[in-house]
């Protein structure tokens, strides 16, 4: 499940987003959330369309390169073994 916590604008006297100032964007708008990020923006040759960034407690803050788009917060779910049912515990094992 996503959470979004604001919208990338455009680069001053452009139409676009610039991706050094969506990068200073998407900092301010973790930092007003109270998130701390982890680690560095995946890199531009990976996919040049989409910032992603590590965030702290598991997780990834993810936006698309467009003035207006959506900066969301995905979180990963850690459940230790003790939790799982016998039918999760079994899908697990049976992927070898």
Do not use: C
């Not at 369309?49 to 598991?58: A, M």
């Amino acid at each position: 499940m996503a959470t979004s916590i604001g919208t990338l604008a455009t680069t001053p006297n452009t139409s676009v987003v610039v991706w050094k100032d969506g990068k200073h964007q998407i900092r301010a708008l973790l930092k007003k959330a109270g998130i701390k990020a982890r680690g560095t923006f995946r890199m531009r040759r990976e996919n040049s369309r989409e910032y992603v960034l590590g965030i702290e407690d598991g997780g990834t803050v993810r936006a698309s390169r467009t003035p207006g788009a959506l900066v969301t917060i995905h979180r990963v779910k850690t459940i230790s073994v003790d939790n799982l049912s016998a039918a999760q515990l079994a899908a697990i094992l049976a992927q070898g």
